[in-house]
């Protein structure tokens, strides 16, 4: 490894593989690596303090009472001893060179950047594992919003939310959104649920199947405003916030449509993710803002030389992979790659999505969408089983709805 300033890199020896992001897909690239090669030089670079966490667990962890040190499995500076690896916490990537194999580091503790220190270090495999991030809208002001893409931003909101039952507005019914309106739920919290669309889930599955899913949130006592949009967010004189929102068909000519509000005292953002443009641009690699860095389905390269990419920064075949499940086959296989060994290459199959969700079970196979030819292949008041056909009448997706048995779709 080079190094062109020391100030923040401690170590100057060789960088070998470097590792940018330290979520679940980045650690699990390296266990894959030192599961097959315990010396290989290995630089994890991450602009948190790189502790390991198992993400799932933020939309489950204010009702069981934890808070985010509990959440976490071991320190990063922990983890990267035990896997004999250099950690460069607290530092962010800001420019990726890929025909020099250099990248650029600056301390991501201080916000000036005329008070922060460059350095240049350089790769001989580069992997990308930089994550996605919460995409706000112009109406949800970031200063104002939560997100839960993150441990560091959860656990403020889950301090926040420990001072006692707390009124909550969750933007956005993704499957993120719908399942932290529950957890809040549980632990006491007075939750309104507002989407865009008319039920929850509402861009992954049709509407027969969403329907099942509005009536046991709306059963258990989530507030939800299905088929409008926030236009606002301000806050008052006394700190509560004042959330707007209106008629997703409302017209302009509509003067019945005036907006409405409620006052919350917090307000969630669950309205997507989005990837940095930055590093893919400047490393040179195929990418989309949606979706993600595309890779060659099974090596999981990038068009760039000696550059990978996996989780939520990448995509397959024109599909975003933001699940866990297949982490572990595609670190596998990066692993593999980046150390030379023979491999079979890596054989993308959908996970199986399952919604944490307690009033109601939905879980999905193959890669489900909402527009399309679903048909129902089982109906009955405790389950709904839709397939969703290719143009070949082939089965592309499934989704299998089950109330349990308090309560009734
Ligand atoms: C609340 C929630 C619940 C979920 N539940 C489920 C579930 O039940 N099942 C499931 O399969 N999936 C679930 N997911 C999705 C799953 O957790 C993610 O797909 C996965 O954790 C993504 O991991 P990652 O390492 O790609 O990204 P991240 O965890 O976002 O990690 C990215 C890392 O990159 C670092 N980084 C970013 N930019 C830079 C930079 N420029 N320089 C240095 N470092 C940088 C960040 O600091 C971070 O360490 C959930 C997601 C969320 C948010």
């Avoid at 699990?28 to 994890?44: F, G, M, P, Q, S």
């Avoid at 499957?175 to 889930?201: C, F, S």
């Avoid at 679903?374 to 709904?384: A, G, M, P, Y």
């Amino acid at each position: 490894m080079s190094v062109e300033n020391s100030s923040v890199i401690p170590d100057t020896s060789s960088a070998g593989i470097v590792i940018i992001g330290a979520g679940l897909a980045g650690w699990h690239v390296i266990d894959a690596i030192r599961a097959k090669d315990k010396e290989i030089a290995i630089t994890l670079i991450t602009a948190d303090s790189g502790d390991r966490y198992h993400k799932p667990m933020l939309t489950m962890a204010i009702s069981q009472q934890k808070n985010a040190s509990d959440l976490v499995r071991a320190t990063g500076s922990d983890a990267a001893e035990a896997a004999n690896i250099q950690l460069l916490a607290n530092t962010q990537v800001t420019d990726i060179d890929p025909t020099n194999q250099t990248i650029q580091l600056i301390s991501a503790l201080r916000s000036d950047p005329v008070y922060t220190n460059y350095a240049t270090i350089s790769y001989d495999k580069l992997v990308l594992a930089m994550g996605a991030h919460p995409i706000f809208p112009k109406s949800l002001p970031e200063d104002l919003v939560w997100h839960v893409n993150h441990i560091e931003r959860f656990g403020q909101l889950q301090e926040k939310l420990a001072a006692g039952s707390q009124r909550i507005a969750i933007v956005g019914a993704g499957m993120v959104g719908t399942e932290i309106a529950e957890d809040l739920l549980k632990a006491g919290h007075e939750v309104t649920l507002i989407d865009l669309n008319d039920a929850p889930l509402s861009q992954m599955l049709p509407a027969k199947a969403t329907a099942r899913i509005a009536a046991a949130v709306k059963s258990q006592g989530i507030n939800f405003l299905g088929g409008y949009q926030v236009s606002d967010v301000t806050r008052n004189s006394d700190g509560k916030l004042q959330v707007s929102y209106e008629p997703v068909s409302a017209t302009d000519s509509d003067d019945s449509q005036q907006p409405e509000s409620l006052i919350v005292d917090h307000v969630i953002a669950s309205t997507g993710l989005t990837v940095d443009d930055k590093l893919p641009t400047a490393a040179g690699v195929e990418f989309n803002r949606r979706t993600g860095i595309v890779v060659d389905a099974t090596t999981l390269r990038t068009h760039a030389s000696n550059v990978y990419a996996i989780g939520d920064c990448m995509s397959i075949n024109g599909v975003a992979c933001r699940y866990v499940a297949p982490l572990r086959a595609q670190a596998a296989t990066i692993a593999d790659d980046i150390l030379g060994h023979e491999h079979g290459g890596y054989d993308h199959k959908p996970p199986m999505i399952r919604l944490k969700n307690k009033a109601i079970s939905v879980m999905a196979t193959g890669v489900p969408q909402a527009q399309g030819n679903w048909q129902v292949t089982t109906e009955s008041d405790e389950e709904l089983v839709m397939d969703l056909l290719d143009e070949n009448n082939d089965v592309s997706a499934t989704v299998t709805i089950k109330a349990p048995p308090t309560v009734k779709a």
